[in-house]
């Protein structure tokens, strides 16, 4: 495919500055071939809706044979095992490695292939925390092939070579992502665009697969007499018992590998993320109405104390409640249980109700402030929201269906009465925090000048600026930043902001500092093991086993990558307060 049969680039619903007809490179290349104000907005494009319609079909077909094989590694280990679900893996992973090597050598070596750089995508904490996520998750697959180089003689070598692929997936990702993350492609869109949902839908997959080994590994089901076991299935590290390791560390690359499990889960649901907000600004011209990068976004902890000791002293409370918590369940004294599980939803209750107290508090200064609401419309905000609301929704579902259990069996104990507390406490501190951070994502950054000027920031390469203005700019590759008003440049945003916060802005620091330190609590307490709710007899015994056991693994996935998702929209509160 050429890239003179390319559809037609997407326009923005915001006032352009391109108003002419056509647009052509330095080589007299055509870069699109209309750019009128009055068109309507991208999604009237019979060529780009096309185009969207082909890569999403992609992606749900890779998804959907990709569930099929996960569930039938699963429930059926005779003609499917988990041998078979890597090798297709593997195959994604290559196609996916290969793409993204392609389309780095090809923007690099195209001057028009990108012309323009969305300023909201792929914030550099995001980014970070794709670095960190990955760099952890290429350790969790050392630690496999470690593992698995001991069962060589009498296992499949496709574990070895899985997590060695997974491994060069994640490194080639990680700096795909880092450098082109704000891209808006022009050029080869149609390949583009199914080339990201291939790369998207590889993410999702490892996340599904890395969430099924998760959930069997947590998954302790109580048996006839009364002890607890886990669900010995195929895809449990070993699928044949009376293989047996070569060397003597077999347990202690085991062990660390699945401490590490939940970074890996993150890093796929990071990188799905940054990948489909690139595949929402294929072919985009104009960035969006806003100015949150007129501002300066920096991070610092400056007039900030009492949100961040507060949320420290929570964290190491949670901390220490969720070792005892792991110590205590391991053992056979029932009544060591039970005090476990008292501790932890104590542990839970204390942090839900300063949440909720610091989130209401977030609310009143949102009413104190003045500032003005974000017009346009934005792919990665409206993800953010969305990935937001809908990863609440796994928490949600594991909630209601414990308060219906506890409430239809009623309350029998202490252990009962704290259990139905803390789950209602729970969704109270779900909805206002979700509340509190859409409301913020949905505000302009602060700026003490006020005005009813709101500048349009454009990122587009010097050559498309040059072929619509008459003034001489230099040649350059890079991007430059201009405004909808000509006249002028920005110079340095600095001089706009006094030295010193103001005291609402001060108080939002503190409460969205104190906030995502409690996230990341409620966050490594599941992530890492901790499972009440099989502990706790209520709901297995109220539901079906299997069903509840359905309920708590498909939920708990999202409800951990909730509270890490919330911890980044905080991030970006406290950075814009």
Known sequence: MTTQDEEEPRISSSPPIITHSRAWGPHGRRLSSWACPSLGPASQDPACNWSSLLSGLVALNVFLLGCALVSASVFNTVHITSAHLQVY???????????????AAYTYREDQAVLYKDGHAGPIWLRGGLI???????????????????????????????????????????????????????????????????????????????VTEESLHQTVLPT??????????????????????SHSACSIFETASNYLYPFNIEYSLFASAMTYVMWKNVGRLLDEHNHHHNLPQRFHLRDVLLGPINGLLILVAGLVTFIMYKVDVQ????????????MHYIMNMVAYVLMSACTLAGWV??????????SGKNPTRSLDVGLLLGASMGQFAICYFTIVAVVATGIQSHLDALNLTSTLLAVIQLGLQNG????????????????GTHAA???????????HSDSELPESKSTTTVTSDTSQLQTNPLHHFSTGLSWKRRALKEICAFLMLC???LWIMPAFGARPQFENPHGHDFYDLYMWVAVVNIGLPFSIFYRMHSVAGLFELYVLS
């Open 89 to 103: 893996l593997i195959c994604l992973i290559i196609l996916s490695t290969c793409w993204m090597l392609y389309y």
């Open 132 to 210: 960190l996520f990955g760099v952890c998750s290429m350790i969790m697959d050392i630690f496999k092939v470690a593992y698995y180089v001991g069962y060589l003689h009498c296992d499949s070598a496709v574990k070895i070579v899985f997590p060695i692929a997974q491994a060069v997936f994640i490194f080639v990702q990680t700096y795909f992502l880092w450098f082109h993350a704000k891209d808006c492609v022009q050029l080869q869109r149609n390949i583009t665009r199914c080339g990201l949902m291939l790369t998207l839908s590889t993410n999702l997959m490892l996340w599904m697969t890395a």
């Open 224 to 245: 006839s007499n009364a002890s607890k076991t886990s669900r010995s299935m195929a895809m449990q590290v070993r699928s044949d018992d009376s293989c047996e390791c």
């Open 331 to 342: 053992e056979q004294d029932e009544a060591k249980k039970e005090a476990a599980l008292q």
């Open 365 to 374: 200064l949102y009413g104190l402030e003045q500032r003005e609401h974000v």
């Open 436 to 451: 509190f951070i859409v409301e913020g994502l949905h505000r302009q950054p602060y700026s003490p000048h006020n005005s």
């Open 457 to 467: 920031h454009v990122f587009t390469s010097t050559y498309t600026l040059r072929s």
């Open 519 to 521: 996230n990341i609590t």
